[in-house]
Antibody
Framework: QVRLQESGPGLVRPSGTLSLTCAVS?????????WNWVRQSPGKGLEFVGE???????HYNPSLKSRVTVTIDRSKNQFSLSLASVTAADTAFYFC???????????WGQGILVTVSS | SYDLTQPRSVSVSPGQTANIPCSGD??????VYWYQQKPGQSPVMVLY???KRPSGIPERFSGSNSGDTATLTISGTQTMDAADYYC??????????FGGGTKLTAL
């Protein structure tokens, strides 16, 4: 069974960098899967942030592209999100997830709330 | 950028059929994915590739996609189906888009 678990600071200062990690268990970074970050501002809808493939190709939300980086650490079986120059608008629940090529997102983490505030 | 539009809310009586539309330019040319999210929980995929149900999703969930509109249909809606529903599609060349979400009320 695939399990995903987000971790990282729950509070980030404005203009700082948001850094989150998703620990993957029950799976590894194999062909056919994309490793996603999706966020949800409190009370709002889902927003795609970015994803990375086993070969480290990436797709990003164009509205965030200049600030977002998604990376893989195979030695730790985890992937990470970095979002620079954050503002209060980046306050959200951040979910990591696994998407199967042409089959949608089948596995989600429980989500982690990150608040941007001084 | 590509936009997917959903109604903010849909209400249905238990046992009736709920239709949740998702509209976008030439959406019928893309695959649409649907997710259900209950309060305080992570989303769960209920349909992929427009019409296909993942393992464990009840048969009352079905879908269609043609022209500019994809529709999630819940036949014989149960109170447990009350949730937020999101459509998702690929925006060429390189990003995913979610609809704004529809709150389904079943009472």
């Amino acid at each position: 069974q695939v399990r995903l678990q987000e971790s990282g600071p729950g509070l980030v200062r404005p203009s700082g960098t948001l850094s989150l990690t998703c620990a993957v268990s029950g799976d590894s970074f194999r062909n056919g899967f994309w490793w996603n970050w999706v966020r949800q501002s409190p009370g709002k809808g889902l927003e795609f942030v970015g994803e990375i493939s086993h070969s480290e190709s990436t797709h990003y939300n164009p509205s965030l592209k200049s600030r977002v980086t998604v990376t893989i650490d195979r030695s730790k079986n985890q992937f990470s999100l970095s979002l620079a120059s954050v503002t209060a608008a980046d306050t959200a629940f951040y979910f990591c997830a696994r998407r199967t090529e042409n089959f949608g997102i089948q596995y989600w983490g429980q989500g982690i709330l990150v608040t941007v505030s001084s | 950028s590509y936009d997917l539009t959903q109604p903010r809310s849909v209400s249905v009586s238990p046992g009736q059929t709920a239709n949740i539309p998702c509209s976008g330019d030439k959406l019928g040319d893309k695959y649409v994915y649907w997710y259900q999210q209950k309060p305080g929980q992570s989303p769960v995929m209920v349909l992929y590739q427009d019409t296909k149900r993942p393992s464990g999703i009840p048969e009352r969930f079905s879908g269609s996609n043609s022209g500019d509109t994809a529709t999630l249909t819940i036949s014989g809606t149960q109170t447990m189906d009350a949730a937020d529903y999101y459509c998702q599609a690929w925006d060429t060349p390189s990003t995913w888009v979610f609809g704004g979400g529809t709150k389904l009320t079943a009472l």
